[in-house]
């Protein structure tokens, strides 16, 4: 069978029109699982953490968690969500090996938090995300292929399983589907999601490490001819990276493309994403709630949060992400387009903790959207990943700041920095990257470049001050750049006045 010929992405939002939904999970912080006391902590020696309850050995049974369910009130309550004043958990039925009671305690027609929004910034506009659900529900334990080159089941000489993460409290964070929004369907997406992160951050309710599997997402989408009825989807299972959310979005709809204009239809599945190929490969058919036989969880009693609770919750809330942006855009006297620039880089977070770290605003800006920018774009990975902590990139703008090092100095140092030779102060002492400022080390590439340049140097005799700066260059190249240049300038001057 041939490979399938992908269009440009331009024709691809020419011709069809993208819906998109969003399907996250988040761990929940809480120090025991959801319907037992073991511990939820992150690591640790395969199933150790592990009871008769989560192991699902006959005879045990759950008891909610109530810090759970509060972190899900609260979730729902900042999402603008209703919230059920009664609702229960459900059986959901399917076989995996890494699921040890053959079903999953979660919600299904009866959640607690429903009929939500989040707005979010995309290009300048805010699109309103619509929010289905939030529910509650239990995570699954680890397959662990061994033996093959990818990790996966395929080529695998032995799969373990590990039940430590069985049991720990999840949240599923269901969007309605999203129309309308075109060619920005794949930023719309990372924008949900990073906004989504930030507010769940901000409420303390998880650590939302995509990175370690606390915030997972799986990404539904479809494609039809304007005018005609939705198509048929696809879910992108598990995408780990604000990056592989955008790149997952725009690498369906390509393939979708390619297929539908060749007049094959789309199966309704799951897909999972290559991080190397940036490209979706197939897994499994898509269920419906019909496959999964739900029915009420009859070990648990049903749910009725006191309204008088759900209140003090509610008042209780910590300013959420969009406001604070607004604040801080105020703090650091920046434009809507300077601060949507430092929105799509994903540098707000970063840049406030940099300042915080002892650095003003202009500082921490100039280095993580200049270059830790370029340096994260080029190695595909989030800003985060960059190479460098906020203390750091505080640390070479305090070097800068007191003239110790000069820009092209500290971008050498950040180089190393990134590479993990140190902080700034012990990079810069080990490579002697320091400024000189010393009058007598300067004094004599001084004299030479004003003797090997007499033409510009009468110049500068005659009065002519603009050609003093040829002189600081020739300096400044003898000296590798480690040159004060206002130094060098006040002794050319000084010599040839």
Known sequence: ?????????????????????????????????MFCGCPTDFGGEPNTRTCPVCLGLPGSLPVANKAAIEATIRIGLALNCTIADWCRFARKNYFYPDMPKNFQISQYDEPLCTDGYLDVEV?????????????????TGKSLHVGGATGRIHGATESLVDYNRAGIPLVEIVTKPIPGIGALAPETARAYVTELRDVLRSLGVSDVRMEEGSLRCDVNTSLNRPGEEWGTRTETKNVNSLRSVERAVRSEMLRQAALLDAGTKIIQETRHFQEDTGDTRPG?????????????????????????????????????????RQRLQEQWGLSDLDMQSVLNAGAVELIEQTVAAGTTPAGARKWWLGELSRRANESGVDLAQAGATPAQVAELQRLVDEGKLNDKLAR??????????GDPAEIMAARGLGVVSDTGALTAAVDEAIAANPDIAAKVREGK????????????????????????????LERLS
Do not use: C
């Not at 050498?412 to 993990?420: I, N, P, Q, R, Y």
């Not at 001050?465 to 050319?492: C, F, H, N, P, S």
């Open 412 to 421: 050498t140092v950040l180089e190393g920095v990134v590479a993990g030779e």
């Open 465 to 492: 001050l603009a050609a003093a700066g040829a002189l600081v260059g020739a300096v400044m190249k003898t000296t590798r750049g480690q040159a004060d240049a206002k130094t060098v300038r006040e002794l050319i």
């Open 284 to 324: 499994r058919s898509k269920e419906t709630a019909t496959d999964y036989r739900y029915f009420p969880e009859p070990d648990l009693v049903p749910i009725a949060p006191d309204p008088a609770w759900v209140a003090e919750l509610k008042a209780a809330l910590p300013e959420l992400p969009r406001i604070h």
């Open 1 to 33: 069978m041939s490979a399938i010929v992908l269009p440009s992405y331009d024709d691809v939002v020419e011709r069809y029109e993208p819906v998109i939904g969003l399907e996250t999970h988040v761990e929940l912080g809480t120090n025991t699982k």
């Open 123 to 139: 290009q300048g506009k805010t699109v309103r995300i619509g929010i289905e659900r939030v529910h509650m529900e239990e995570d």
